[in-house]
């Protein structure tokens, strides 16, 4: 296959846009340490390490910027430069703004805009103090997701496993709104008994017909990931998802601290069925992000 879809990474310009954690020099975070990317990671390296793989197409997921819509227009710029590379991206929106609408307007003006992103939780240790699982508890979260549905923005979803069940709750009242799990709902504990909660707990997203999930971002529980490491989780997305609510996702540049891009596709291709291939690895990203390639 010569037409893969990577449906998960970042780009960032230290010069151009403003990342307070890539400027955090010795802050260990809950990935690990992100000092060997805290330098500009630009489409021409990610090019150069995702087409000799097969990949041809991507979607840019916002990543930490002080001003998301600073971030957005950036990579805009970069898509209008290199009309050879079809690219689309998730922006990130606080959904509990007083000027959501103004918010979402300025986005919809963006040509490759198609989601919008705000993360629930990323890791307990850093969410108990980002607070950002408060965001399920305010009622706008949710008023927020409605709107996006209603304007054909899909949203992404960061979380961790112990925040489904309520999160399944508010999704269960946007059933418009299209939702892409990252990084297949973080499970961060990859012990056998982990690894059951997780699945236990990942039923319910699944059950939602208007959530996909990708497999994105594994390496950052598991610095060490090999195939038959993370083979649970691929066959667990896969059994309850269906290889067309599944797409895949290298999480670069931040995976790229675990290993590189060519033993990352290596492993997936070898883990998912040849017969869904097809599907995880371009056609569930073309259809849910709207990407028109060739």
Same mark, same amino acid.
């Given at each position: 296959?010569?037409?893969?879809?990577?449906?998960?990474?970042?780009?960032?310009?230290?010069?151009?846009?403003?990342?307070?954690?890539?400027?955090?020099?010795?802050?260990?975070?809950?990935?690990?340490?992100?000092?060997?990317?805290?330098?500009?990671?630009?489409?021409?390296?990610?090019?150069?390490?995702?087409?000799?793989?097969? =990949?041809?197409?991507?979607?840019?997921?916002?990543?930490?910027?002080?001003?998301?819509?600073?971030?957005?227009?950036?990579?805009?710029?970069?898509?209008?430069?290199? *009309?050879?590379?079809?690219? @689309?991206?998730? =922006?990130?929106?606080?959904?509990?703004?007083?000027? #959501?609408?103004?918010?979402?307007?300025?986005?919809?003006? %963006? *040509?490759?805009?198609?989601?919008?992103?705000?993360?629930?939780?990323?890791? *307990?240790?850093?969410?108990?103090?980002?607070?950002?699982?408060?965001?399920?508890?305010?009622?706008?979260? %949710?008023?927020?997701?409605?709107?996006?549905? !209603?304007?054909?923005?899909?949203?992404?979803?960061?979380?961790?496993?112990?925040?489904?069940?309520?999160?399944?709750?508010?999704?269960?009242?946007?059933?418009?709104?299209?939702?892409?799990?990252? /990084? @297949?709902?973080?499970? /961060?504990?990859?012990? &056998?008994?982990? %690894?059951?909660?997780?699945?236990?707990? #990942?039923?319910?997203?699944?059950?939602?017909?208007? =959530?996909?999930?990708?497999?994105?971002?594994?390496?950052?529980?598991? /610095?060490?990931?090999?195939?038959?490491?993370?083979?649970?989780?691929?066959?667990?997305?896969?059994?309850?998802?269906?290889?067309?609510?599944?797409?895949?996702?290298?999480?670069?540049?931040?995976?790229?601290?675990?290993?590189?891009?060519?033993?990352?596709?290596?492993?997936?291709?070898?883990?998912?069925?040849?017969?869904?291939?097809?599907?995880?690895? !371009?056609?569930?990203?073309? /259809?849910?992000?709207? %990407?028109? =390639? &060739?």
């Amino acid at each position: 296959m010569t037409d893969w879809i990577d449906a998960h990474h970042h780009l960032w310009d230290l010069e151009a846009v403003l990342y307070p954690w890539l400027m955090a020099r010795g802050v260990e975070r809950f990935f690990g340490d992100p000092t060997p990317i805290q330098r500009n990671y630009l489409l021409r390296e990610f090019r150069s390490e995702a087409a000799p793989c097969g =990949v041809g197409a991507s979607i840019h997921i916002q990543v930490g910027a002080k001003n998301g819509l600073d971030e957005a227009r950036w990579v805009q710029s970069i898509a209008d430069a290199n *009309p050879g590379w079809p690219m @689309a991206q998730v =922006v990130f929106c606080d959904l509990t703004s007083a000027d #959501l609408s103004n918010q979402l307007d300025t986005i919809q003006d %963006l *040509p490759t805009a198609r989601g919008v992103r705000q993360i629930v939780g990323r890791a *307990p240790g850093e969410d108990a103090q980002t607070g950002t699982n408060s965001l399920l508890d305010d009622p706008r979260f %949710l008023d927020g997701l409605q709107e996006a549905g !209603r304007r054909d923005l899909s949203f992404d979803l960061q979380l961790i496993p112990d925040l489904i069940g309520k999160t399944t709750r508010i999704l269960a009242q946007a059933s418009n709104t299209r939702v892409a799990l990252c /990084h @297949a709902g973080s499970p /961060h504990d990859r012990t &056998p008994a982990g %690894l059951k909660s997780w699945a236990q707990r #990942l039923r319910a997203l699944s059950d939602l017909p208007h =959530v996909s999930c990708k497999l994105s971002g594994l390496g950052m529980f598991d /610095h060490n990931w090999t195939p038959d490491s993370i083979r649970p989780i691929v066959e667990i997305c896969l059994e309850q998802f269906g290889p067309k609510r599944v797409m895949f996702g290298s999480n670069f540049p931040v995976d790229k601290l675990y290993g590189n891009y060519a033993a990352l596709v290596q492993a997936y291709r070898d883990l998912v069925p040849a017969e869904a291939q097809s599907a995880v690895f !371009r056609e569930t990203a073309a /259809h849910f992000y709207d %990407l028109e =390639v &060739p």
